[in-house]
């Protein structure tokens, strides 16, 4: 079974301190993703990574960064937080582009406050 | 612009009442089409994949078919277990996913 996995469940930081959310797949997936995901918005796709070291913008990018050092892992960074990003954070997996099946697999989340 | 809508956004059931959920979806390009089920405090659950028109799948009570421009989830004889929120996204040209905001299905006793 793929195994997603995020570093918190839970998560309470005050406006502007700088905020690491980790995940990590045993799948040895190339694409790994991260949402955020608010009532009534659905999941909406922050940023996204193909490689190692290779990221891309998805929807709503700004307040956000990302680091893919390793291929099991990636990292979303808010480097000052604000409360409007006070959201369920969820990380994702899956197989590449050229791959005949491309579902994603999801962690169980991270609900961060931002206070 | 490329737009996801579920609907209805909430739908309540009694036990056994079958049911369709409904995923409408304008894009460029469809490289597939996904049903996902979401627990409360959970991350979303795979279902299914659907990749052309006319394509059915079946898990269960649960049964998703596609359009050109729409895919139901039909749900048979439902149990209070199926209640949960279910999610549809597409696959667009670029290889990213575009999500509904989701149907949050009750079924009661």
């Known amino acids: 079974d793929v195994k997603v996995t995020q570093s918190s469940r839970y998560l309470v930081k005050r406006t502007g301190e700088k905020v690491f959310l980790e995940c990590v797949q045993d799948m040895d997936h190339e694409n790994m993703f991260w949402y955020r995901q608010d009532p009534g918005l659905g999941l909406r796709l922050i940023y996204f990574?193909?490689?190692?070291?290779?990221?891309e913008k998805g929807d709503i990018p700004e307040g956000y960064s990302v680091s893919r050092e390793k291929k099991e892992r990636f990292s979303l960074i808010l480097e000052s937080a604000s409360t409007n990003q006070t959201s369920m954070y969820l990380c994702?997996?899956?197989?590449?582009?050229?791959?005949?099946?491309?579902?994603?697999?999801f962690g169980p989340g991270t609900r961060l406050t931002v206070t | 612009e490329d737009q996801v809508t579920q609907s209805p956004e909430a739908l309540r059931l009694q036990e056994g009442e079958s049911s369709s959920l409904n995923c409408s979806y304008t894009v460029s390009g469809l490289r597939g089409l996904f049903w996902y089920r979401q627990d409360p405090g959970k991350g979303p659950e795979f279902l299914f994949t659907?990749?052309?028109a006319g394509e059915e799948k079946e898990k269960e009570r649960l049964k998703a078919t596609l359009t050109k421009k729409e895919s139901f989830l039909h749900i048979t004889a439902p149990k209070p277990e199926d209640s949960a929120t279910y999610l549809c996204?597409?696959?667009?040209?670029?290889?990213?996913?575009?999500f509904g905001a989701g149907t949050r299905l009750t079924v009661k006793p």
């Open positions: 659907l990749y052309s």
């Open positions: 990574s193909y490689d190692v070291k290779m990221k």
């Open positions: 994702a997996s899956s197989f590449p582009r050229t791959h005949t099946t491309y579902e994603q697999y």
């Open positions: 996204a597409v696959r667009r040209n670029n290889n990213d996913m575009r």
